[in-house]
């Protein structure tokens, strides 16, 4: 008998018990014994719970309890979560995590102390909700060096966009729908800042290229600047505008990495990714390009994640499966400076012709772009790949010629 | 050290010693062991080959060589691979495949033969080739029930129903492009008639319902009757035409399954996966739909599917950590007479106003269709979900008053 602790309770936590109730006898027989939850850790009370006598409030009864072999930590953020991880995996019990905060923050650590102890650290539901990614990336894909790896990994900016695309609903107003409905915080900036997204291109850049890079060290760009008129030029050119996190090995061992809005080919398998989905792409040296897609939110999603590691942790008890990464200087993250990509530009011209000089001096395969209600001194067009420093500094000559309204990145997968 | 030998030095077979050699290193790190190929199992001669000392013509040079404990079994067919492995499995050594055709007519016994011996018996390759999909489902969905299953199959299919898409190409000469690309076979059938559909999709519903459905129960067509005339109607409607393998868990316990061309919305995951890609939706009642997108075939791809399993196996010497399904009598599998869905109906008739009465008397929902150049006596329309039964009574009546042109199933995924 495999016994279970659950952090908190929340929509997670109450999905992880509800989901593990549900199938108990199924996840037993695929475990190989019997499993069964025996605490839930939250401070309110759950007085009506069918599960009342489970709750706890006191972290040290379960970290003391010998009997508990496998933890759940679902209570998010870093304050609590990081020491109750980080002192069960010392105690010697496996912990899985819906947690992407603490594993782009503390991943490579954790690992670290879960190898030391020979026991597992799981965190499927840390990327992609419900999607099964980590694992597959883990266990599938390993005959395969990784080139890159990019997804569209939060749901309520995905579904913002969506909206804007689809309906030609502006930002505010289709943030305001997606806050009703339950998708974007009353605080949505971690989502439309691109910090969600940010942590966990760093979780699937540091297993895919197998050293921890921290987000801190990752150029974030959110997706509050991208307006209507965006949208209808790409939508003009047969594109896509989606939040996306990327991350790419470099010829000499570095690493680009980046979060921004950009510009997508209708032809992608990312394109058609929309409304609170999200989709993982992962190109392989053998395998070619792979894509993940699904649910990359949502309570049951992410609890069917968090229950098959928990499945796999007591499956797995008494060997150290789970995968390391190393924890090192960041010195192999390319400065964004040197990122390379097509770009979008949208223009107002006070001197048309003098920007139309700089642009075709200054920028190579330009194909100009056109929208209903175009005003007359608008550029728009899509130019060919350059480095970050060379966009920045045509655009500085472009300004001496009105100002520069637009510029998204604009990616090839 | 764990010492290998592949069955078949093919397209598959080669690749698989490419890139396990290609790999090795990390591979090694991966599996936790040393790891080296013995043995090359093929009839010819390969005098040239870097590999030539490991090349052996007896199969009981490998089988009674201790040790050997993981085989590759790459030949295909069944012929020589089914007492191959079996015997190997019997002789407690772990197998893992990339042939469809053993798993589909025997992997309830193989799987058996493996879980009693307590060695691995794995076929990621089997499905979806450098998709993986096998594993997910088996290790990352198993806190979902899966209700269905559902995928783009077949690559060589999908070249051809996307070269008449796009390009209004007819199936003949999509089909002599397949053939000049190496896509298809000189003798397509088993791709275009639906059986390599078939086989795929009755693995992917023993693995996802726990019982093994053979694929002589299932109902086949393939795609030698779609015309350009139905890809046309279907963009009318923004639809695509693609062939699908699908099962259904059913609420008495019974199993929906077929392999027929689908009518597809847009909207659908599945409708945006062209050429020879591969795609697998699976619809889990926790997690939603997830889907698995990318190259179902080709060397280095189905290769690399073949050589994860093979570290798998390594990894897990001593321990059977592969599924299991049983096998039993196919009282489960629903008669296809009682399939239901909504149906695509291309119609010449005789007498058009006789033939829209029985079409308005027979049929709910009905969506008429144009196309351009459409001839006056033919009708084309778009009917909502009834059974197979229903439908062909249906159409027994229209038949009084014309010909029946084309029927294609649409589903909605």
């Not at 309890?65 to 679902?74: C, G, H, L, N, S």
């Not at 921890?212 to 030029?233: A, F, M, Q």
């Not at 728009?380 to 010629?401: G, P, Q, R, T, Y």
């Amino acid at each position: 008998m495999v016994k279970i602790a659950v952090l908190g309770y929340g929509v997670v936590g109450s999905g992880t018990v509800e989901v593990f109730y549900k199938n108990k006898e199924s996840l037993e027989k695929k475990a190989g014994q019997e499993l069964d939850i025996k605490y839930i850790l939250d401070i309110r009370d759950f007085d009506d719970s069918p599960y009342k006598d489970k709750f706890v409030k006191d972290f040290d009864i379960i970290l003391n309890d010998p009997e508990v072999t496998v933890i759940a930590e679902v209570i998010g953020g870093l304050k609590f979560s990081y020491p109750y991880v980080k002192s069960a995996l010392e105690a010697g019990k496996s912990v899985v995590t819906s947690n992407k905060e603490l594993v782009a923050a503390k991943g490579a650590e954790l690992l670290a102390i879960a190898k030391e102890k020979n026991v597992n650290f799981f965190f499927e539901a840390s990327v992609g909700g419900g999607i099964p990614v980590i694992k597959p990336i883990h266990t599938c894909l390993e005959a395969n060096e990784i080139d890159e790896i990019a997804g569209i990994l939060n749901g309520t900016t995905n579904f913002i966009l969506t909206k804007m695309i689809r309906d030609g609903m502006g930002f505010d107003e289709a943030l305001k729908i997606a806050q009703d409905l339950g998708y974007a915080e009353r605080d949505p900036s971690a989502d439309v800042d691109g910090h969600d997204t940010c942590r966990k291109i760093c979780i699937l850049a540091s297993l895919a290229f197998g050293k921890h890079v921290y987000p801190e060290n990752v150029h974030t760009e959110g997706i509050t600047k991208v307006t209507l008129e965006d949208v209808n030029y790409c939508d003009s050119c047969d594109c896509k505008i989606k939040l996306i996190g990327c991350a790419k090995r470099e010829e000499n061992g570095e690493i680009s990495i980046g979060v921004f809005p950009a510009v997508i080919r209708d032809e992608s398998q990312l394109a058609g990714v929309n409304d609170v989905f999200n989709a993982i792409l992962v190109r392989g040296d053998a395998t070619g390009d792979v894509v993940f897609y699904g649910k990359g939110a949502g309570k049951l999603p992410t609890a069917s994640a968090v229950v098959s590691d928990i499945v796999s942790a007591a499956k797995h008890q008494n060997t150290s499966i789970s995968l390391t990464w190393k924890d090192s200087e960041q010195t192999f993250v390319r400065s964004f400076d040197k990122f390379s990509c097509a770009n979008y530009i949208r223009f107002a011209a006070t001197d048309k012709a003098a920007a139309e000089a700089v642009i075709k001096a200054e920028f190579s395969g330009v194909e100009y772009l056109s929208r209903n209600n175009m005003p007359d001194n608008e550029l728009a067009f899509i130019a060919d790949v350059m480095d970050e420093n060379s966009v920045n500094a045509a655009l500085e000559k472009l300004s001496a010629h009105g100002e520069v309204l637009g510029r998204i990145r604009a990616l090839d997968y």
